[in-house]
């Protein structure tokens, strides 16, 4: 069974400290991990995946096989980016698509 | 369409009563998802199609919840005999399903209020 677990529900910080979303999973398969937001009064949107290995809007995640874990982290927090982050889990086969609970993101100034 | 559209985008309800909503998603995707999103319980699976497949409605919480997707296009999920726990956002998404590409575009989805 897929499993997402997102062990903060809520994550404050002040502008320009360092962000780390953490995100742990259970999978038996080849995972395919992905960071999804949603911005107030905005659609749930993708942020970045895995596979493509890139910084997007300043965040980077690295998946740890070893660990299970697919932390999200930006080392200079902006107030733009408070948000709902969902960590989300599938399998290569394109099975569904399992979220984690979500964490707050409140950044101040 | 240009994007997932879902209707109604607000729905309040008497206890017991029958809630349809409803989710038009991209042109040509053909995985539909449905997910349930409330405060302090995240953003709960509900049910998956993929194509002519057999949908996966192990996310359902009861035999009150249930979905069609006619055509391979449009979806309904219908909840009867409303209850108050049964409040929260529904939301839709589809994806083209490439595998190992399951990006999902979702809709601005229904917030469904049981009184």
């Known amino acids: 069974a897929q499993r997402v677990t997102q062990p903060e529900k809520l994550l404050s910080v002040f502008k320009g400290a360092p962000v780390e979303l953490k995100c742990n999973y259970s999978y038996s398969g080849s995972p395919e991990l992905f960071w999804y937001v949603q911005y107030s009064r905005q659609r749930l949107q993708l942020l970045l995946r895995?596979?493509s290995r890139e910084s997007i809007k300043g965040f980077t995640a690295d998946l740890n096989k070893g660990e299970t874990s697919f932390h999200l982290k930006k080392p200079f927090a902006q107030e733009e980016d408070s948000a709902m982050y969902y960590c989300a889990l599938s399998g290569w086969s394109g099975n569904k698509l399992v979220f984690g609970a979500g964490t707050i993101l409140r950044v101040k100034s | 369409g240009a994007g997932v559209s879902q209707s109604p985008s607000n729905k309040v309800t008497e206890k017991g009563k029958d809630v349809e909503l409803r989710c038009d998603p991209i042109?040509?995707?053909?995985?539909l998802y449905w997910y349930r999103q409330s405060l302090g319980q995240g953003l709960e699976f509900l049910i998956y199609?993929?194509?002519?497949?057999?949908?996966?409605k192990s996310g359902l919480p009861s035999d009150r919840f249930s979905a069609e997707r006619t055509g391979g296009s449009v979806s309904t999920l219908t909840i009867q005999r409303t209850q108050q726990e049964d409040s929260a956002v529904y939301l839709c998404?589809?994806?083209?399903?490439?595998?190992?590409?399951?990006?999902?575009?979702f809709g601005a989805g229904s917030r469904l209020t049981v009184l």
């Open positions: 998404a589809s994806s083209l399903e490439i595998s190992g590409a399951n990006v999902l575009t």
């Open positions: 895995h596979i």
């Open positions: 199609f993929q194509g002519n497949s057999a949908p996966d």
């Open positions: 042109s040509g995707h053909t995985a």
